[in-house]
């Protein structure tokens, strides 16, 4: 392993482990609860043309940003190829539900958008140099 490769495989293991959690959290909760009320939100809050409740989005939330980026930390951990450019797409999901959110939804939560945001570029960034250092090697 090159020098600096174990710290991006412990950063972008760390980080997907963050958002798996709270995605797996967060989806179980809008799943189990559709009215939001377990994490302090209202349907009042959703647009008219929305479904009635936070079902879909508690799926797609428990799927694509809990149970995805839990799968993609197994990968970098046991150094599957292509697991960080993978890892690069869970960040892009990520930055695409929070504009979704913000958008589409009408939904104001800033601290939710920053973390949320950051961590999705940080991914995104990861994948991008998986990707570039991949065709290098096989370019060799």
């Not at 174990?6 to 997907?16: D, N, P, Y």
């Not at 009635?52 to 939330?61: K, L």
């Amino acid at each position: 392993m090159r020098q600096g490769e174990g710290v991006k495989k412990f950063v972008t293991a760390a980080v997907l482990l963050m958002l798996g959690a709270a995605g797996l959290f967060n989806g179980i909760a809008l799943v189990s609860d559709p009215d939001g009320g377990t994490l302090g939100l209202s349907v009042d809050m959703l647009p008219e043309w929305h479904t009635w409740d936070y079902r879909y989005a508690g799926a797609f939330v428990l799927v694509a940003l809990g149970i995805a980026p839990l799968v993609c930390a197994a990968a970098v951990i046991v150094d599957i190829p292509g697991a960080r450019v993978f890892a690069g797409v869970v960040g892009i999901v990520a930055v695409g539900w929070t504009l979704w959110q913000y958008l589409v939804l009408d939904i104001w939560a800033p601290r939710a958008y920053t973390g949320l945001t950051l961590l999705g570029i940080l991914l995104a960034v990861g994948g991008v140099d998986a990707m570039v250092r991949g065709r290098r090697r096989a370019e060799r």
